[in-house]
């Protein structure tokens, strides 16, 4: 399963393709015009296949004009025979009969190979509010396109339409959408002044459910912009996600993706007439910490204020880009509470107890060993306990570490407990939309791994690289801290240079380690710290 930020899907010297299949806009702000942007900031080439013209201006549109399906036909023909697609977004089709044409070339294509399908469901307008369907319209989505589509992104009143149903929550919805056959579906919030905390925070709400990818829930925040001009942000945000499916990401990387493209087009929005103008999505999105959100727990369906305070605070601890982290140097991490003292006795600051086995006796006097270890160190050192938060707690442990699966199997009560106690909180990620969903926590550290090839776990993970480390330093907000296959000094001291707050050692911590052999591994950190670049790559 890819889950690096880079993912290298697409032919160095190709972009992938994907096709629009939508509507113009005269005044170019939605439709095929906002398709083309978004794509090009994305770094992918877009065909543009036309389905509809419409008459349109800033202040509204005036009037709707379906190509005959022949005309459609062709265009898709045409396209089959040299420029197949990895992904195909549809917009405003605003005939039966364009969504049959569409649903039997996507057919056609699948027969050939995977072809993602992004369903944007435009069924009126935001300007003016010109209605785009009708029921037998809203009949044809339901059956012939929905149990096609890989993701489906509508609005909350689209949601609705297509739901039909509307005394519901923006969870259930996506639900029952879900039960037409959608893989995944994001409800956008961007125009929903009802969600919970909806007067600080745009929100959306994602349920992947990928069979080939593990399930994913939660709601997606970034700040609420203020601003009038955003025509065309719902087709950014759709091209976008079909631009990301093409180049490799998993179905809820590339939703967070889509997220940070529309959210950056938004707030860089100008005008173009009198009225809303629209997004201008560029590239830069990517390198920038503003637009990197928080995503919460899929249990989380209603934020209570403390979640929606602390997803506010993570969104305001946003680095400038090139700033120094917090550093935390040399991690170590140990299954044997005995290397406990005499790791943090050689100059290690920060060492892991990491029991991998079922709470019980022997857990209990490891973590009180280690404890008592750790308090007879004469230099400061923290010692993070993983997983077994209720006896470490107990125990009196003061910093804990726990896997994002760990951290969803606990009920709300018993997450409270940890975040109240006043320990510190370590949580690993390994994708993009775990690092979003480990800031929503505001944690004092987020692993990032595996950096390299490791044999320490089986993990479907690809290996993030330094690239992709260097970006999570940057985006985070927070201490990154590098794990996964670190074996010599050389590859600690390129995680130092990414600006990484740390470097965990676990296979190269080995029983016979000499502290000339640490050493070899401070000084590589120390070197790589003061090699580091002032400003993240492009």
Known sequence: MPSSLDSGAAPADRPAIIWSVAGTDSGGGAGLAADLRAASAMGVHLCPVVAVVTA???LGVQSVHPVPVAQLQAQLDALAQDCRPRAIKCGLLASVEAIECLARCVDALRRDGPVALVIDPVLSATAGGAAFSN??????????????????????????????????????????????????????????LNAPGAAHLALDWLDAQAPAEPPVAGWLALPRLPSRHHHGSGCTFATAAAAALARGYPLADAVVLAKM????????????????????????????????????????????????RRWRQALAARPVPGADQATLGLYAITDQATRVGPLLAQGLSQVQLRIK???????????????????????????????????????????????????????????????????????????????????????????????????TKDMPWRPQGMRNLRWWATMAGCPVVAIGGLLSPEQVQDCAETGAAAACLVRALKPDMSAADLRHFQTAWMNGRARRPLTPPV
């Open 357 to 455: 086995t079922a709470s019980g006796e022997n857990v209990q006097e490891a973590l009180h060993q280690s404890l008592k270890l750790a308090q007879q160190q004469q230099q400061p050192g923290q010692l993070w306990i993983n997983d077994h938060w209720r006896e470490a707690l107990a125990a009196g442990a003061t910093a804990l570490h726990l896997g994002q699966e760990d951290w969803a199997a606990l009920n709300p009560e018993e997450r409270s407990q940890i975040l109240n106690s006043g320990a510190r909180l370590g949580l690993s990620s390994h994708s993009l939309w775990e690092l979003a969903r480990a800031r929503g926590l505001t944690p004092n550290y987020i692993a990032c791994g595996p950096v390299y090839p490791t044999t």
């Open 56 to 58: 349109q201006n800033s």
């Open 135 to 192: 029921a037998a319209l809203v009949q044809a989505y339901r059956t012939l396109l929905l149990p096609r589509a890989t993701l489906l992104t509508p609005n909350r009143r689209e949601a609705e339409s297509l739901a039909e149903r509307t005394d519901t929550t923006t969870p259930a919805l996506a639900r029952h959408l879900l039960a037409t056959g959608a893989q995944t579906v994001c409800i956008t919030g961007g125009d929903d």
């Open 261 to 308: 493209l529309s959210w950056s087009a938004v707030r860089q929005g100008y005008a173009a007439g009198a009225g809303a103008g629209p997004v201008k999505a560029e590239g830069s999105f990517i390198q920038d910490p503003r637009c990197m959100p928080v995503m919460g727990f899929a249990d989380e369906t209603t934020p209570s204020p403390q979640t929606l």
